[in-house]
């Protein structure tokens, strides 16, 4: 194994991480569950999903400030070329859809002329409602949520492909 376990992301880098992987997780259990009621036992469930949604709007600009100020710690030595190149890929799209799914999700809701649920309180639409527009923003959503789903869980296997057959320590940089 490389020295690259001595190689850690900052303490905030690492918060962010796992708190923003927790709640898209759970966000994504939410509606995967939600989804599988009848449409008038939903409105709790929505409530819940636009404010970890909103939550993570937040989060992820809050991280991409983080992670364009703070250099993260170097892939390993045996990862090179196209590997190289599709880590970088990777990470950047994941942030992307990060962005894109909270952003058409707050989007949705505020052209339907609806309040964005955000725990405590709510955020008025900011927009003229229109639901043309709104049903294609939900449909972007849609689409995004589920590449996201798949990204995420390309990203956990590649995580753990590194660290259970690659053994390079790359896992280990990104836990406390």
Do not use: C
């Not at 190689?7 to 796992?18: D, I, N, R, T, V």
């Not at 809701?109 to 955000?118: D, K, Q, T």
Request: proline share 5%; hydrophobic share 50%.
């Amino acid at each position: 194994m490389q020295d690259i376990e001595n190689q850690k992301y900052s303490g905030m880098a690492m918060a962010l991480h796992w708190l923003m992987a927790l709640m898209i997780i759970v966000n994504i259990a939410i509606v995967k569950y939600m989804h599988t009621l009848p449409r008038d036992a939903r409105g709790a469930y929505y409530y819940q999903h636009e404010a970890i949604g909103t939550t993570v709007l937040v989060l992820i600009l809050w991280r991409l400030y983080w992670r364009l100020t703070h250099r993260p710690p170097a892939l390993p030595a045996s990862t090179t070329g196209v590997a190289a190149l599709a880590a970088h890929a990777g990470h950047w799209t994941l942030y992307g859809m990060m962005v894109l799914v909270p952003m058409t999700g707050f989007l949705q809701v505020s052209l339907a002329g609806r309040p964005i649920g955000m725990w405590l309180f709510s955020i008025t639409s900011p927009f003229t409602p229109d639901a043309a527009l709104a049903k294609s923003f939900n449909g972007f959503h849609d689409i995004l949520g589920n590449l996201l789903m798949f990204l995420v869980a390309g990203h956990i296997l590649f995580a753990l492909m590194h660290h259970f057959y690659k053994r390079d320590g790359l896992l280990s940089r990104m836990v406390p």
